[in-house]
């Protein structure tokens, strides 16, 4: 499965922010799909994830300001993004994969497709 990740951009603390990820290829209804970012000079780290039951995971520090959805007609997952924070600033990847076990969903080492990254810029 091919993922194209867009929807970042430059947003003022408060704001809020899309991001989409597209599927091409495979079986999306199969797929755990998940956001990760990667802040400059800092891991990657999880983001949130939903399973292919739609059951959603997210981390504690955006928990209750992201939400992860999908859109199976349109093979899309969506990371609404509000309250956005200056420490919120990332680049962020979407990932699927097929055979995830619930322990690993959080891994991102475990997530087999990759799509590009996509910049959120929040300021202060």
């Known amino acids: 499965v091919q993922l194209q990740a867009s929807g970042g951009g430059l947003v003022q603390a408060g704001d809020s922010l899309r991001l989409s990820c597209a599927a091409a290829?495979?079986?999306?209804?199969?797929?755990?799909v998940g956001w990760f970012r990667q802040a400059p000079g800092k891991e990657r780290e999880f983001v949130a994830t939903?399973?292919?039951?739609?059951?959603?995971y997210y981390a504690d520090s955006v928990k209750g300001r992201f939400t992860i959805s999908r859109d199976t007609a349109k093979k899309t997952v969506y990371l609404q993004m509000n309250n956005l924070r200056p420490e919120d600033t990332a680049v962020y990847y979407c990932?699927?994969?097929?055979?995830?076990?619930?322990?690993?969903?959080?891994?991102?080492?475990?997530?087999?497709?990759w799509g590009q990254g996509t910049l959120v810029t929040v300021s202060s």
């Open positions: 990932a699927a994969d097929s055979s995830l076990i619930l322990s690993s969903i959080r891994d991102g080492n475990q997530y087999d497709y």
């Open positions: 939903i399973r292919s039951t739609g059951t959603t």
């Open positions: 290829g495979g079986t999306f209804t199969r797929y755990t």
